[in-house]
């Protein structure tokens, strides 16, 4: 460790498996060790690294209290063997031993970087969800995530798993007071075995004061499928690295993607999409709507290998702004290493709200809030009607709704 002063800001949990301490030892050194992240770099090009350090200047001090989880899940899938406890008794629970020592950390292993390492080394919040082998849940599974105190830095972290055969629907909300002002540094681990199905819904509705960072893997084996829904309505700087490996032949992933920006609101989602195998396919739609001086930079990285023949990858951004002052940006790439694909493609568009629309529902009796408010809910409609699960749909439409009714 190099500081004094960084040994005093935080101690490592004691009372854990030997093997957890010295991985989050470890981890702490490596975080010590890596320097922040080049702004060269593709990912940071929007955002500066230093916005989601830990140091005494963003006020970041770590959370005196454990967060415990909220879980609202039926008798049905408890019965059925379902699992999911707050991440730190599963650790301490030998009938799931094998399981963590197996998957957790095998994804941010893959990818080490000095955001996921100060996760690894303090996360102190979070859950395990298991779905044993041919369990398939119908009614979504909700965990909620309240962020009390009103200025602390949180390390989460969320380890999912669903074995061969089984299928959930996921709702994970995160939310924080209106009047605190936190850090968070939140991973996520994602592993579907073989004909899995799960549908994860992560709904980001922090305060105006919160600084978020987002660090999310997902691993996707022979005939899995991920819905992966984001939607980022809060914060005041909210960064997320989505990442997926479609491993597996004909494994799919399904990303939406919905971000509403007001104020000096700023957000940026970078999304790397990786075809390893024959016959994947990746559709991506991310929708932004953006007002006052809001600022969203979406970059999004598709990779096709040489091993992945017969692919089919989409990807579209649109971006609406609602004032002159606010700002999008988009980059997409492509990596295509074989000449045998099925369908590869992307979109961006860039615009201002048409005039003439707004001005033709105030001719009908609204006002220019109200004209901006239907106009913004039947941009992101196309979006939120694909999502599969009916209650979701339901369930994001009332908080954009919430939403703009402040804007």
């Not at 819904?201 to 691993?219: D, G």
């Not at 980059?331 to 694909?341: A, K, Q, R, S, Y």
């Not at 941009?379 to 402040?406: A, Q, W, Y």
């Amino acid at each position: 460790m190099k500081t004094k002063e960084k040994k005093k800001s935080f101690e490592l949990p004691s009372d854990e498996p030997k093997w957890l301490f010295e991985k989050r030892l470890s981890a702490l050194i490596s975080y010590e060790k890596e320097p922040l992240p080049n702004r060269v770099s593709h990912l940071w090009k929007y955002s500066d690294p230093s916005w989601f350090e830990f140091n005494s200047n963003n006020g970041s001090i770590v959370s005196s209290e454990k967060l415990k989880p909220v879980f609202a899940l039926d008798n049905e899938a408890t019965e059925k063997g379902v699992v999911l406890i707050e991440l730190s008794d599963a650790f301490r629970n030998e009938k799931y031993n094998d399981l963590i020592l197996k998957y957790f950390s095998q994804l941010t292993a893959k990818c080490p970087n000095k955001f996921a390492y100060f996760n690894e080394a303090i996360w102190s919040s979070g859950y395990f969800l298991y779905v044993p082998k041919n369990v398939k849940i119908e009614k979504p599974i909700t965990v909620r995530l309240l962020f009390n105190q009103l200025s602390s830095l949180e390390a989460v972290r969320i380890l999912i798993l669903l074995e061969e055969g089984s299928s959930l629907n996921l709702i994970d909300e995160m939310s924080s007071p209106e009047d605190s002002k936190r850090l968070l540094n939140t991973v996520t681990e994602i592993f579907l075995e073989k004909e899995s199905r799960l549908s994860y819904a992560n709904l980001q509705l922090h305060s105006k004061q919160t600084i978020s960072h987002l660090f999310q893997r997902a691993e996707i084996k022979n005939n899995a499928e991920l819905t992966n829904v984001i939607v980022a309505l809060g914060g005041k700087i909210s960064k997320a690295d989505l990442g997926t490996d479609l491993c597996g032949t004909h494994a799919g992933v399904t990303t939406y993607g919905i971000v509403l920006g007001d104020g000096v609101q700023k957000f940026d989602h970078h999304t790397t999409l990786e075809h390893n195998a024959p016959y994947t396919k990746s559709d991506l739609n991310f929708r932004v709507a953006l007002k006052d001086t809001s600022r969203s930079a979406y970059t999004g990285n598709l990779k096709i290998s040489h091993e992945a023949v017969k692919s089919d990858a989409h990807q579209e951004n649109r971006n609406l702004l609602l004032s002159s002052d606010a700002k999008a940006e988009s980059i997409p790439e492509l990596e295509i290493l074989t000449n045998d694909v099925t369908r590869c493609n992307h979109g961006v568009t860039v615009g201002q709200i048409d005039k003439d629309q707004v001005f033709y529902l105030m001719s009908r009796g609204l006002s220019q809030k109200e004209a901006e408010q239907v106009i913004i809910e039947g941009f992101v409609e196309p979006t939120i009607s694909r999502i599969p699960e009916e209650s979701l749909r339901e369930d994001i439409m009332l908080k954009i709704k919430n939403k703009l009714g402040v804007l």
